[in-house]
């Protein structure tokens, strides 16, 4: 006979789990005792469930496994929420196991009676988590455990990925059981797809043949399927520009001969006249996102004819982007299928267009001269081409929301092979510090380079202690820039300048971060002017354990480009077109990059 709470940890170690995000608590009791005692699983605390949460996605982000956290009833559950829906929207495999109060004390137990609560601390998490999961289940029969616990694996790792729950009461916790007697679970046969690859294969090679003008996109589903090595052999095969996207930054390297930018809002000027100047769109496991597309959709890629691959079939057909060819299949055996079918001479020669929109990107560089001169502080994006340039293939990069995300992805220098990424659907505040966390772990402890943002980084400033504790190799830089410059921006463009709830002027006060630093114990650093930025980044790389960096950026830069809105008299917001970026171009030069 065997605990179940027991069974529970040895089942996830023989599912390849060695890492578990935990903060113990009385309804998760048993299993907390079961993770800490079991060979081969070792847990890391943190100190708020929404860092144990979200160091489960950076930990799946670089392993490109599942992660997994345990959590206790009532606040522990629900405070993991704004991590759930990141995981959720982002299509990434994790696994949450709760406790909860014995059964007979749940609203589950007496479903009839209509109560608010019967337990202490009870919520009923199951309900509130199931539009948010992939699979959210109780587990009321102890018999149960392997077939509940299997399938929730299987089910987040596979097809479209994302999170599950399972919510285990005290009693079924600690009840005793003989696992020869287990229920098992034998998932079913996948629902084939109704593509025929070789036909949309075929069909894909004739677009491209008859195209002048065609463009690779590289989306994140690219990673999720493990697709990243058959990506680059198309892009070879190909010849054609290659533009990254926002949640798939790093699959294009800077130094790729097919790299031809950056697309979307805050995208660059050369990655988004290359996307509207194409008469032909190859999207690959990219949701064309409103972010990427913009909210005037109806204009994205406006002259181009555009092929869609998704494994999700209503990623087909929402009402945005509509593709001439939508392909429902899982993207790597679409490009094994597209190898197959091209000539051995590929699709043709886009030499000449290829050079093109390299060209943009030379043409208008994000980062310019003028930001390498400022006296004082130092520029963002100035400051991330460099940091970034510094850095070795396989430190990884994680970044909060904002200036850190908003301005890597724009002057970020990618290397091959490196991991950089923060949570594009959920965007939330907080991430950087907890996720990084996780990435250090799943990594084997290797160094990690956060970017977060002065008001990013209080939402979860207390997992510096956990970064501390462990001694991890994590540099943290702190973009300071006095405030939340992205709302600052937006109250500059639409309110005349009113600031509410932006910084200390309006409400919201910061501390002095060196000495934050210095109070977890952590070796700091400050960096206020161009002059020796290199030599102090250089200094916190060399640092073998965490690090923190307080960057001093102006209080008044500003993102660009970026694609602006127009205010109408009625108050209603216009989106200008992908390629109208921010500051304007002078209309000659504007229209000098619009073919046709």
């Not at 982002?90 to 609560?117: H, M, N, W």
Request: aromatic share 8%; with cysteine; proline share 5%.
């Amino acid at each position: 006979m065997i605990k179940l709470s027991d069974y529970v940890a040895k089942r996830l170690v023989e599912h390849g789990v060695k890492h578990v995000f935990m903060i113990s608590g009385g309804g998760a009791m048993h299993l907390n005792d079961a993770v800490g005692k079991c060979k081969g699983l070792e847990y890391i605390c943190n100190h708020h469930e929404q860092a144990a949460a979200m160091g489960a996605e950076g930990y799946s982000r670089v392993t490109d496994k599942l992660g997994v956290a345990v959590v206790t009833t009532g606040p522990g559950g629900t405070n993991t929420l704004t991590g759930v829906i990141g995981q959720w929207l982002d299509s990434l495999p994790a696994l949450y196991i709760s406790g909860q109060v014995k059964f007979t004390t749940t609203v589950a137990s007496c479903p009839e009676a209509g109560l608010r609560q019967l337990g202490d601390q009870e919520i009923n998490i199951i309900d509130i988590v199931k539009p948010v999961t992939k699979f959210a289940q109780m587990l009321k029969d102890p018999y149960q455990v392997k077939y509940v616990l299997d399938k929730a694996i299987h089910i987040a790792t596979t097809g479209r990925p994302g999170p599950v729950w399972i919510d285990i009461p005290l009693d079924v916790q600690a009840a005793l059981i003989d696992e020869t007697k287990l229920a098992a679970y034998e998932p079913e046969a996948p629902i084939p797809f109704r593509t025929d690859l070789k036909i949309q294969a075929a069909k894909t090679v004739e677009m491209l043949r008859a195209a002048k003008r065609p463009v690779l996109i590289a989306g994140h589903g690219i990673r999720i399927a493990g697709a990243q090595e058959l990506f680059g052999k198309l892009a070879d095969a190909l010849k054609i520009p290659v533009l990254a996207t926002f949640a798939g930054f790093d699959l294009v390297p800077n130094d790729s001969p097919w790299f031809a930018g950056r697309i979307g809002t805050v995208g660059t000027r050369g990655g988004n006249f290359s996307l509207q100047n194409a008469d032909l769109v190859l999207s690959l496991a990219s949701r064309n996102n409103i972010r990427q597309v913009s909210y005037d959709w109806a204009n994205y890629a406006r002259n181009a004819k555009k092929i869609v691959v998704d494994i999700d079939p209503a990623e087909l057909v929402k009402p945005t982007v509509k593709p001439e060819l939508p392909v429902c299949a899982d993207v790597k055996d679409f490009m094994a299928a597209l190898l197959a079918a091209l000539p051995k001479a590929g699709a043709g020669d886009f030499s000449g267009w290829l050079a093109w929109c390299r060209e943009r990107s030379v043409k208008y560089p994000v980062v310019l001269e003028e930001y390498k001169k400022l006296k004082t502080k130092v520029n963002p994006y100035h400051f991330i081409e460099t940091l970034t340039g510094m850095l070795k293939p396989e430190t990884s990069v994680v970044a909060g929301n904002g200036s850190a995300c908003v301005c890597l992805f724009q002057a970020g220098i990618a290397h091959k092979g490196q991991r950089i990424f923060w949570n594009s659907g959920c965007a939330s505040m907080g991430y950087d510090l907890p996720a990084a966390i996780g990435a250090c772990f799943g990594s084997g402890r290797k160094e990690v380079v956060c970017l977060a943002g002065d008001g990013s980084i209080m939402m979860n400033l207390q997992e510096l202690a956990t970064a501390a504790h462990y001694k991890l190799p994590l540099k943290i830089f702190v973009l300071n820039n006095e405030g939340y410059i992205s709302i600052k921006q937006t109250q500059d463009n639409f309110f005349e300048g009113r600031h509410v709830a932006c910084d200390s002027r309006s409400g919201v006060g910061f501390p002095d971060f060196m000495k934050v630093g210095e109070a977890f114990g952590l070796h700091t650093e400050i960096i206020d002017n161009v002059s020796d930025m290199s030599g102090k980044i250089a200094r916190v790389l060399a640092v073998k354990g965490p690090a923190l960096c307080d960057v001093r950026l102006p209080a008044d830069h500003k993102f660009m480009p970026k694609l602006s809105s127009e205010k109408k008299p009625d108050g209603s917001m216009v989106s200008k077109p992908l390629e109208d970026m921010w500051p304007f171009l002078d209309r000659e030069d504007f229209k000098s990059n619009i073919i046709g």
